[in-house]
């Protein structure tokens, strides 16, 4: 196991400076000096030539590339300061550090997705595992159908609906809004509801209907099928066997959804107006700040790997067939 883990690290870093690089040079290729981009419309060729030298755009891009890469790890000197490492850069919008400007962003993001994540789990592995359980009976069929239809909606749809009716219509509920956990428990928790119970809902069909179907195929394993000849009761058959063979599935979809919600949830934070992550990454494009937009990336870039690698771990603790191999 700790090998694999060491092959997966050493696989991920050279991901990831790949990916820096890729991103690097991809920019680069844009025909129009970041130094303008940095000053503005209304800025002199004077000043365009002291951001070009504070920023090190006057040296070869090969030579900007490695330095990029030893701040990341050392940190670097600009002429707004010393940014520490992890540093990406300095913003061309706010002139910020990308990285103070993306951990600024993160505890959001980390909300919505924490919160999102353990309602549509608890119900949607609930809802699934209840209907491969009463499989056939009314029971089945009203949870396969209500997954079906809440399926269908999607966040930009949904979200104004709950937001036209809960905030807008009756007031029973507040706009949307981030406090942060440890400043205000309860306001973090009324102020992310709706978007947490939107997301829920969206998530929790979708791993409802997973959790059903892999379960149902579990069942009619030859292993299952010989636990039951044995005569062990349904309840710890249904649990002990099928449950554990079907959380494969589960895990992969789960880290694919996890690395989308923690790079930025796009849409999510658009729709009721939260900045967070996804936002920051949206108008930073549109802001044509490149130093901003390529750290949002690698910071996505990043989290994908982490899961992934963590999705794999938990293949092996799930299957032993895995840690055997």
Known sequence: MLQFLIRR?????????????FTFFLFYTIPQDFAELACGKTCTKENIAVIRENLGLDKPITAQFWEFMGGIVNGR????????????????????????????????????TVGGLVIFLTLGLGAGL?????????????????SMLLSSFQIYFLGPIVLGIMVYSTGWMENPSYVPFTEDPAGWVVGLLIPWAVMATI???QYTRMARSTMIEQLQ????????????KQRYVFFRYAWRGSLTPIVTI????????????????????????????????????LPLTMGVM????????????LVDLAYAYIDPRVRLA
């Open 9 to 21: 690290l050493t696989g991920a870093v050279a991901i990831m400076f790949l990916i820096a690089a």
């Open 77 to 112: 000197d600009f002429a707004v300061g010393h940014c520490p490492a992890p540093c990406l850069g300095v913003s061309f919008s706010s002139n910020e550090f990308v990285w103070d400007s993306i951990m600024d962003r993160f505890p959001l993001t980390l909300s919505l």
């Open 130 to 146: 209840l209907a491969a359980w009463k499989r056939g009976t009314i029971i089945d069929k009203v949870v396969s159908g209500a």
């Open 203 to 205: 998530f929790t069909a």
């Open 221 to 232: 394993e030859e292993h299952v099928r010989t636990a039951r000849a044995k005569g062990m």
């Open 254 to 289: 789960l880290g694919m959804d996890l690395s989308g919600l923690l790079a930025g949830a796009v849409v999510t934070e658009f729709t009721f107006d939260l900045p967070g992550i996804g936002r920051l990454a949206v108008n930073s494009s549109l802001d044509k700040d």
């Open 298 to 309: 690698l910071f996505g870039a990043f989290f994908i790997l982490i899961l992934n690698i």
